[in-house]
């Protein structure tokens, strides 16, 4: 038996590690699975004993027996007494071994390329870029770091605790207005204007899943979808992907220009309308109240459907948020997007549409085919933080530590770029739109801070013939961290400039 085939197959496959917290039992049944996967061990092959294999492996026959019994339990080998052990298949107990012929290098890798013809989407192309570099400029993200991590573990264990959570596990009606909505819209009606109901509302997972659901039932192959001169790339790739023609409208000081719509547009031709009143993305601008209602007016004339995203109304630093569009909107022209829970882990925040009841009913039956099972321990956690006011506390004091970082970083460019950028100090948000005059290249920027340690995405460069800027996100840069991206990206630009 020594030589046999099946036990030189063995010594080749099987490649156990005693330092892995895996028993080697399952470390060796999973191989041997692989191996049977592969036809490298064909149906109706005997395995060998329990002593060989022990030998074979260098391991204790009573780890032997449990490799067996692990594969019998699976259905992967019948043990028959005094017999032996057999890779399931009866009829073909004596069918002989085809993996030798094949490549044994090819038992632990996977297959680099479908076997068949599928749709590729270029829209969907990965924007994502990686960088070794120890400090980067991202478009606007918060810090996770002022996440309460020791407050919300007990809040956690708590809420898992609840015999009211462990109920709903089985619920069967997915339609039913929870308690979370009713709690959610509670909290919007009273801290951003709203008016609305359960019924107006469904959350989801991020708002670019919100989008995604909304344009699923909005918009078909062909429809023009109109965006700001300089757009979210993020909302782009999922208009693109539905099919839309993107058509860009010039955006100035009072945000997006509404005289450009009426001049180069006709009734009936325009889908929708996509903004951000509040930050516009990425120049930062807050479209004017003037604006705001001429939009208003004009959705309903042309019957278009305006998506708001409002994707940082949450960190005002000075003066009132102005409310939504939505909130003005008597027509039902107006679909809302907006993020709950932003100073907290991605795991706990969470996305939101506001619209009429019948495009949310549509919504809730396409938000069942693609998540289903929802996060009932999400919903119970953000649940008791509202009723708490804990969300609202944390959000005061997040906006706190941002307003500071956002005074620090205006000082630092007044220091170091006041000759060679532009810069309006925003209200909110967790980004600065910095246009640099003399205009330079973007991307020799880029290349010359990676030098410095320093990474600048592609996603937050723009350059064209009018504009040279970058939209500069340092939320999640503490203040001294601040410091020396300022210092790199200077050091950076000054040898863009002697080149």
Not at 83 to 97: D, H, L, R, S, W
Not at 320 to 329: E, F, Q, R, Y
Not at 416 to 422: K, L, R
Request: some cysteine.
């Amino acid at each position: 038996m020594k030589d046999s085939p099946v036990n030189a197959l063995f010594k080749q496959l099987i490649n156990l590690d005693k330092s892995k917290l895996q028993p080697l039992y399952i470390q060796a049944s999973g191989q041997i699975i692989n191996a049977i996967q592969r036809n490298y061990l064909s149906k109706g092959t005997m395995l060998p004993g329990t002593r060989v294999l022990s030998k074979l492996l260098n391991v204790h026959r009573n780890t032997t027996v449990a490799i067996y019994e692990e594969l019998a339990s699976q259905g992967w080998v019948e043990i028959i007494p005094n017999k032996g052990t057999f890779v399931i298949e009866p009829e073909q107990i004596n069918a002989k071994i085809k993996a030798t012929s094949q490549k044994l290098n090819e038992v632990f890798t996977y297959a680099k390329k479908t076997g068949f013809p599928f749709q590729e989407s270029f829209h969907l192309a990965s924007t994502i870029q990686f960088s070794k570099t120890k400090y980067s400029i991202n478009d606007g993200k918060p810090d996770l770091r002022l996440h309460p991590v020791h407050q919300f573990s007990r809040w956690y264990s708590a809420s898992m605790k609840r015999k009211t959570l462990i109920n709903k596990w089985n619920r069967s009606d997915p339609f039913f207005n929870s308690l979370f909505q009713a709690q959610l819209c509670n909290y919007l009606n009273a801290t951003r204007g709203f008016h609305i109901s359960p019924n107006n509302i469904i959350n989801t997972r991020s708002t670019e899943m919100s989008l995604y659901v909304v344009s699923q039932l909005l918009i078909k192959q062909n429809d023009i979808v109109l965006v700001g001169h300089l757009s979210n790339y993020a909302s782009n790739m999922i208009f693109q992907q539905t099919g839309a023609r993107i058509k860009t409208i010039p955006v100035d000081q009072n945000g997006l220009n509404i005289e450009y719509i009426k001049k180069h547009f006709v009734k009936h031709s325009i889908r929708c309308v996509y903004i951000c009143a509040h930050r516009d993305y990425p120049t930062v601008v807050t479209l004017s109240a003037t604006r705001r209602l001429e939009l208003l007016q004009l959705a309903k004339e042309y019957g278009f459907a305006i998506i708001e995203d409002d994707y940082d109304y949450d960190f005002q630093f000075e003066g009132s948020a102005m409310l939504p569009m939505a909130c003005s909107d008597a027509n039902g022209m107006v679909i809302y997007l907006g993020k709950l829970g932003q100073s907290l882990f991605p795991s706990f925040q969470i996305g939101f549409v506001i619209a009429p009841e019948n495009l949310i009913s549509e919504a809730k039956n396409y938000l069942e085919l693609i998540d289903k099972q929802g996060d009932l321990i999400q919903e119970q956690m953000l649940l008791e933080l509202i009723n708490e006011g804990e969300i609202y506390r944390l959000t005061k004091k997040s906006i706190v530590t941002y307003k500071k970082r956002r005074d620090v970083l205006c000082n630092l460019l007044t220091t170091y770029f006041i000759d060679n950028a532009q810069w309006e100090i925003p209200s909110g948000g967790l980004a600065i739109w910095l246009q640099f005059q003399p205009k330079i290249s973007l991307l020799k920027l880029a290349k010359e801070a990676e030098k410095n340690d320093l990474f600048l995405p592609k996603t937050i460069l723009y350059q064209n013939k009018n504009t040279c800027a970058i939209r500069f996100g340092f939320g999640h840069l503490d203040e001294h961290e601040i410091e020396f991206v300022i210092k790199k990206l200077k050091k950076a630009y000054d040898a863009v400039i002697l080149k």
